[in-house]
């Protein structure tokens, strides 16, 4: 588990971060592709901008 996986997860769920910003996490190394997915529900991919 990531050093910020709580924080990323305790944030999200307050509704303090959303989705995009838990994206961000990832880019950032706070968090891994499968943490978010955990986190979020969603499956991690990369937005067009991660990939320019």
Same mark, same amino acid.
């Given at each position: 588990? &990531?050093? !910020? *996986? +709580?924080?990323?997860? $305790?944030? *999200?769920? $307050?509704?303090?971060? !959303? +989705?995009?910003?838990? =994206?961000?996490?990832?880019?950032?190394?706070?968090?891994?592709? +499968?943490?978010? %997915?955990?986190? %979020?529900? #969603?499956? *991690? &991919?990369? &937005? +067009? =901008?991660? #990939?320019?």
């Amino acid at each position: 588990m &990531s050093k !910020n *996986y +709580e924080k990323v997860k $305790k944030w *999200y769920d $307050k509704g303090i971060w !959303n +989705e995009t910003m838990c =994206r961000n996490a990832v880019v950032m190394g706070w968090i891994t592709p +499968e943490e978010f %997915t955990e986190i %979020t529900g #969603e499956e *991690y &991919s990369k &937005s +067009e =901008r991660e #990939e320019l």
